[in-house]
């Protein structure tokens, strides 16, 4: 090497020492100066999302350290993800104190936590501890900065060769999977269980509440479950949701929509509530992805999934599972291989109900949780434990909570196509089905029926389906419910029976003028396709009738 070359060498190692220093001097005076205006002396640990998915498991992470005044929790985004944004805005919705990517190196923090393998890890001091955003390491997804594939969960060799990056793992033979993945994982993982499964466990006993809370009553609850990508349930079958519903009696099923938050993240709220309207009008629950989904599936009867960990955590629970598709992204040897080995599939050629009906938990989903899940009543304190050695702290209290309640999602259903059939002259049946979903029901199966007919509550919004309606109610109690039923008969002449409610049942006005009392549990909708079902079978006359809708039953009485 010549000396002028040399020379230049030493000056640039010198401006880069000389650079790093002031950088390191500039950092310290920053926290210093923050310090100053601090009331809690805490701890600082930083929660590093990258996705939406990855911010929501921080926060139900995080929020399980109670009490502890000597921690404090802070966020930031690193914004390199195709699914980064909203992620900022979604953590400052849920209250939590969000500090800018590009401010991170002036920040004071002891630990940093993430729940995303792909961050940059050179844009961050200290250790750093990595948990599992979904369950094991069983599906391969695009690498962002390649052309190639990854195993999704897996740190770059790159970072756990700088010996500041820990993996929590949920089972021994996960750390068997990523030592022959990577050679670098030797030493960087810890077992802890899987805290989310462990919660979903503990949930088992409130289902009940759950089932209250969203509504679905003494209903089987049908939950269908995607993740994202081209090859996911909701991808291959969009409908399935509405399909569910048109196929399904609406006093019989409830349906329930889980979407990977992946897809709220790239299509946002107002888009799939826009796509998924008329199963919605139908009664689908589709739940947010930062609240509400484990209480479902805890609540739910059956799961139709793919390869995705929602799908995954219902089999490790033992809930009937029915497979819509199985993605080829899963990785061989998983334990996801072996949900995709086992499980039902849900056949296009088959009739839905019939498929419902049969499904059933098998044998093979214990040994599912089994090989997937270790410490499955002490995922929590393992996690706390581990958090507070590296935090060099005393173990603070630790609790497992049940899985909060969902948001109330009780819209009724405001139009119906309804069957009654009568089993004799004192009983009837009535089956409905949601309007809104109409044209996904098989034709077979929508075929003309002796009393079918179409009952719309005035709160419906389309006003086509007013306009055609052959029974009218107002399920609301309101002023003077005669002179509703008339004007509503008025309004629409293809109307031929209108009720509003009143305590305990409703009134009900024909369009040729005959008024009569309605009583019984059921709701106005239902009392009222009842009497239409009594006027249509023969003359008129006091009359009481064993209704069955659903798994239930109520008496029915009409009075002129």
Same mark, same amino acid.
């Given at each position: 090497m010549s000396s002028k070359a040399a020379k230049q060498q030493s000056s640039k190692a010198a401006k880069q020492q000389s650079s790093k220093a002031a950088k390191q001097q500039s950092s310290k005076a920053a926290k210093q100066q923050s310090s100053k205006w601090e009331t809690f002396g805490s701890t600082v640990v930083l929660g590093v999302a990258r996705t939406w998915t990855s911010a929501i498991r921080l926060l139900d992470v995080?929020?399980?350290?109670r009490d502890d005044l000597r921690? +404090?929790?802070?966020?930031?985004? $690193?914004p390199g993800s195709q699914f980064s944004r909203g992620t900022e805005e979604l953590l400052i919705l849920a209250g939590a104190h969000v500090i800018p990517w590009r401010e991170l190196p002036g920040t004071r923090y002891t630990l940093a936590v993430s729940a995303s393998e792909n961050i940059n890890f050179e844009h961050i001091d200290g250790p750093v501890l990595v948990l599992p955003h979904g369950v094991g390491f069983h599906k391969y997804v695009p690498d962002s900065s390649t052309s190639g594939m990854r195993i999704s969960g897996l740190v770059p060799e790159h970072a756990l060769r700088t010996g500041r990056v820990l993996m929590a793992v949920s089972h021994s033979n996960q750390e068997n999977q990523l030592l022959a993945a990577s050679p670098a994982a030797a030493g960087r993982t810890v077992v802890i269980g899987d805290p989310q499964f462990e919660q979903l466990l503990a949930s088992a006993g409130h289902r009940?509440? @759950?089932?209250?809370?969203?509504?679905?009553? $003494? +209903?089987?609850?049908?939950?269908?479950?995607?993740?994202?990508?081209t090859q996911s349930l909701i991808a291959r079958r969009p409908r399935l949701p509405a399909e569910l519903l048109a196929a399904l009696p609406h006093d019989e099923y409830a349906g329930g929509l889980v979407l990977h938050p992946n897809i709220w993240a790239r299509y946002r709220p107002f888009q799939l509530h826009a796509w998924f309207a008329a199963a919605e009008d139908a009664g689908l629950l589709l739940l947010p992805p930062e609240l509400g989904w484990q209480a479902a599936l805890v609540a739910a009867d059956l799961v139709i999934g793919d390869h995705g960990s929602?799908?995954?955590?219902?089999?490790?629970?033992e809930k009937p599972v029915l497979l819509g598709t199985f993605?080829?992204?899963?990785v061989p040897g998983t334990s996801a291989a072996m949900l995709g080995e086992r499980a039902q599939r849900l056949h296009r050629s088959e009739p839905l109900r019939t498929q419902l009906d049969a499904a059933e938990t098998a044998p093979w989903q214990k040994e599912l949780a089994s090989r997937t899940f270790e410490n499955t009543d002490g995922a929590t304190a393992a996690l706390h434990t581990l958090v507070y050695r590296l935090l060099d702290l005393e173990l603070g209290p630790v609790t497992t909570f049940r899985a909060a309640d969902p948001a109330s999602q009780k819209t009724p259903v405001t139009a119906f196509t309804a069957y009654p059939v009568f089993n004799g002259q004192d009983s009837l049946t009535l089956q409905r089905f949601a309007r809104s979903v109409e044209r996904w029901r098989p034709e077979a199966e929508r075929a003309a029926a002796d009393l079918r007919h179409l009952v719309v509550d005035e709160g419906e919004r389309d006003i086509g389906r007013l306009g055609i309606a052959t029974v009218l109610t107002r399920s609301a109690n309101g002023d003077d419910p005669s002179g509703w039923c008339a004007e509503a008969l008025r309004r629409h002449p293809g109307c031929v029976l209108a009720a509003a409610a009143v305590p305990g049942g409703c009134v009900a006005v024909t369009a040729d003028g005959v008024g009569l009392a309605v009583t019984g549990s059921a709701d106005v909708p239902?009392?009222?396709?009842?009497? @239409?079902?009594?006027l249509r079978s023969g003359p008129c006359s006091n009359r009481t009738v064993q209704l069955h809708l659903g798994a239930a039953t109520a008496a029915v009485e009409l009075q002129y």
């Open positions: 995080f929020a399980s350290f921690l +404090r929790f802070v966020f930031t985004v $690193d009940e509440h @759950y089932r209250r809370v969203l509504g679905i009553g $003494d +209903r089987r609850f049908a939950l269908v479950t995607s993740t994202w990508g929602v799908t995954f955590l219902a089999a490790a629970s993605g080829e992204e899963s239902a009392l009222a396709s009842t009497a @239409y079902a009594i």
